[in-house]
């Protein structure tokens, strides 16, 4: 119980101390200090009132049970990493956007394409495409390549759809002026059209890093190999091991941060020009 | 239609097909520009004067009559890439310093990389922005980005200089300045200019011809050679003559306007 | 509009080609093993036909999937277990539960964070930084654990769905709710307007169209995740019950008519907040 009083004291005490520092100057310290000790609280609430109310942990574990399972289970946790992230994420996530980005490039000289492609690509890119998840396991097998082939299906309309839409984003006179220089196709698009699309082909990059991770997580629970993030969450769950199981949450946390993070920064650099940058 | 002739229009006719029915932007358009002409198109908006230097262009295709440009068709020309077109906005790429902008007809048209280098020296020199060229656009003002956007048409050195209102966005001082500028810059390259605007003053201080337009249908009501000699400082907006120009623009202004 | 409907199709019946190809094509080989096997010779058109009409093909042709679709809505009585309408209520009504409270939550943050500096600072990372993990990933343990705790059925399922639903309508809100510009903002402080006045007067009505935008990204999601959500239940009842159940015994067919109803259950969604949405922006001069 004093656990618990404890923790919910911390809490009120931290909100104050963030609502006084939000009141002053906002420098990037603050920014990074304010949303951090947010976090900081949440963990000290959770773990105390888990303590300190005598919680199950086949309920909720405390964070320093996940973090002792974590420790002990690196080994596990890295194979499950590769087999899931590297394997079936990654790989479905290149051959799904690159290929999505050529297609839209080939669909962009054709008028009548974009307009029938365009309207049933937004469609597509609303459905619940998880659901295929099942097919492709049959078609690809248990191993990798059908979870890639799941995150190659999740991300492909969504960045189809934004290079498309990036490519219509110069404005008309900029268009008018590249034929007064008498440009070719090539060249107004090497030189005016994907420069100016490229905040919409990130937008659609970095949407989908977290569907590539959801893809080939929820593909495993239609069958895996022993191993593999989603198999793991899967089978753990069923023996009521939850430390494991938010042990591998935080490892898919982890990887899905620093995925979109990259993706982040790659377009910090490249459009460094555009309004929402600088 | 004399050797000195540059652009030459003849019983041109423009009609736009919208849904609301036919307009008539331009109707029986005769007009020749003489080489190192400097001639302003006046006009209340809708008189079609964007849309001539858009026919001149080959952003537009005219629906009737001829034009030449240059002594070819206007596509022939823009081919040849016989002028530049200077837009009301600057449209600079914000991706590209102002020295990688001036560079981008140059990349299309298939320079080499010295030869870019020295003219985008040289141009930025013309339009007093030399030490401006690591910059990005949006770091310079918007007086400072459309002599930018000058210097770009003049990069590849065409006879013709185009400009659809390129000051119009800007306010008065800046204007005044550029205006100056502008003049010393056609006295310098000797080019032949086309210039759309929607102010009098401007029209008047500029030009050496002023065309003044009138809407609904799009033609010419007057054409006035003006007597300002060459060397023009600000100062000469306060004497008889450029008083009594813009008295006959304004007269040809009205009267288009008093057939609606 | 003639146009594009034009093309729409023209993609469409693309599509429907295709899919008759790959089903020839991805069916031939166990029609050709099950003929050697028999000892008889078929003709091409034996063969072609035989593709088409396989109780368990490799892909099902797209004649096949609406004949099951229709054996399972039209021909079944609703309250029976094989009545796809039967589990699609199901599905729907998880998913409705979720979007509710996923959009009144993401709502309320939303406008906490636009009027609380402290909760913008604090929150709004952390509520960008969750949905870079993939919570998809957590819903067999919500569902095992609500379980545990004696929560079972509708809301589990809902809860998913809220979670995946609140993120979109927060982050959208936020932006709408920050939609008018400083001129109308000063305009309201001369009127010496309270926060609240603010809020429904001016705040609320210019977020009308980040909101629906939201909204429909929302009503996916929420779809989604209730499809999610009847995955670890043990294949009972649901649109996502009948695809794990058809990948247990390989009933394609099963499989992709439960695909195709959550596909057009998704668009039926989607449309009815778009008929909303233009309803209402109509009725507020936002649309013309």
């Known amino acids: 119980m004093i656990w618990a009083i404890a923790a919910i004291l911390f809490w009120i005490g931290a909100w104050a101390l963030n609502v006084y520092l939000s009141r002053g100057k906002i420098n990037r310290r603050n920014k990074f200090i304010i949303p951090f000790l947010f976090g900081v609280t949440i963990l000290v609430l959770w773990e105390g009132i888990v303590v300190g109310l005598g919680i199950s942990p086949i309920i909720l574990p405390p964070p320093s049970a996940v973090a002792a399972k974590f420790a002990t289970s690196i080994p596990i946790l890295w194979q499950d990493f590769v087999q899931t992230f590297v394997k079936g994420a990654l790989s479905g996530y290149f051959i799904g956007c690159g290929s999505a980005f050529i297609l839209a490039i080939l669909i962009d000289r054709s008028p009548f394409l974009q307009r029938g492609l365009l309207p049933v690509g937004n469609f597509v890119a609303a459905l619940p495409v998880i ?121 898919a946390a982890l990887a899905g941060s620093a995925f979109y993070g990259i993706m982040a920064l790659i377009e910090k650099i490249v459009t460094f020009w555009h309004p929402s940058q600088r | ?52 230097l858009r026919v001149i262009a080959d952003l537009e295709q005219p629906t009737g009559g001829t034009i030449s440009v240059n002594g070819m068709t206007p596509q022939q020309a823009r081919e040849a890439r016989a002028y530049g077109y200077v837009f009301q ?38 339009v007093e922005l030399s030490g401006f060229g690591k910059k990005y656009p949006w770091q310079l003002s918007g007086g400072m980005q459309q002599r930018a956007s000058i210097a770009r048409a003049l990069s590849f050195d065409a ?71 060459k060397e023009r400082p600000l100062e000469i907006r306060d004497s008889k003559e450029f008083l009594e120009v813009a008295a006959r623009v304004r007269d040809g202004l009205r009267s288009g306007h008093l057939d609606d | 509009m003639m146009k594009n409907l034009i093309a729409v199709l023209t993609v469409v019946f693309a599509i429907i080609v295709i899919w008759y190809g790959a089903t020839y094509m991805m069916n031939k080989q166990w029609t050709l093993d099950q003929a050697e096997r028999a000892g008889v010779s078929l003709t091409a058109s034996e063969v072609f036909k035989d593709t088409m009409a396989q109780e368990r093909p490799q892909l099902p042709a797209p004649h096949q999937v609406i004949i099951e679709i229709w054996n399972t809505t039209v021909e079944k009585k609703i309250t029976s277990k094989r009545s796809l309408i039967y589990h699609a209520g199901i599905t729907l009504s998880s998913t409705s539960l979720g979007f509710l409270m996923g959009s009144l939550l993401g709502i309320t943050l939303a406008i ?69 510009d400083t001129m109308q903002l000063d305009l309201m402080k001369t009127y010496r307007a309270s926060a609240w006045q603010t809020l429904f007067k001016l705040r609320l009505p210019s977020s009308m169209p980040y909101l629906f935008t939201s909204l429909k990204i929302a009503m996916a999601a929420s779809l989604v995740g209730a499809i999610i959500g009847e995955l670890p239940t043990g294949a009972v009842a649901g649109l996502g019950a009948r695809l794990l159940a058809g990948s247990y015994y390989g009933q394609t067919i099963q499989i992709w008519s439960a695909l195709i109803s959550a596909a057009v259950l998704a668009a039926v969604l989607v449309m009815l907040i778009g008929v909303l949405q233009n309803v209402t922006l109509k009725r507020m001069g936002m649309l013309r």
């Open chain 3, 112 to 180: 906490s964070i636009v009027h609380s500096r402290a909760m913008d600072l604090s929150v709004m990372p952390w509520i960008i930084a969750s949905q870079t993990i993939p919570i998809l990933a957590v819903a067999p343990m919500i569902i095992v654990v609500l379980n545990a705790v004696g929560i079972s059925g509708l809301v589990p399922k809902a809860m998913i769905s809220m979670y995946l639903s609140f993120f979109p309508v927060a982050v959208g809100m936020v932006k709408g709710l920050r939609a008018p």
């Open chain 1, 131 to 251: 659901g295929i998840a099942p097919i492709l396991v049959m078609w690809f097998g248990f191993d990798w390549h059908s979870k890639a082939a799941v995150v190659v299906v999740m991300v492909f309309f969504p960045m189809l759809v934004n290079t498309v839409q990036g490519l219509t984003q110069s404005d008309h006179m900029q268009r008018d002026l590249m034929k007064t220089y008498s440009a070719n196709y090539w060249q107004s698009l090497l030189k005016l059209r994907l420069p100016a699309a490229m905040p919409f082909i990130f937008n659609g990059l970095k949407i989908s890093t977290t569907l590539a991770l959801i893809g080939a997580i929820v593909a495993e629970f239609f069958g895996s190999p022993i191993k593999g993030m989603g198999f793991r969450i899967t089978t753990e769950v069923g023996r009521l091991a939850l430390d494991m199981v938010w042990a591998e949450i935080v490892v």
């Open chain 2, 159 to 229: 006879d013709i200089l185009l400009m659809d209102e390129p000051f119009g966005a800007l306010d008065e001082i800046v204007r005044d300045h550029l205006n100056e500028q502008l003049l010393a810059l056609w006295a310098r390259t000797e080019k032949t200019i086309g210039f759309v605007t929607h102010s009098i003053p401007e029209a008047v201080y500029l030009s050496t011809k002023i065309v003044v337009m009138s809407p609904r249908p799009g033609r010419i009501a007057d054409v006035i050679e003006s007597p300002l000699p």
């Open chain 2, 89 to 126: 906005a600057s449209g600079l790429y914000p991706w590209r310093t102002i020295a990688g902008n001036i560079k981008l007809p140059l990349e299309i048209m298939g320079y080499s990389t010295e030869e870019q280098n020295k003219r985008v020296e040289q141009v930025l020199e013309l």
């Open chain 2, 1 to 52: 239609m004399s050797d000195n002739s540059v652009i030459h229009a003849e019983k041109l006719n423009l009609v736009f097909q919208t849904n609301d029915g036919s307009v008539h932007a331009l109707k029986d358009i005769d007009l020749t520009i003489n080489k190192g002409d400097f001639v302003s198109f006046i006009g209340p908006s809708g008189c079609g004067k964007t849309t001539f």
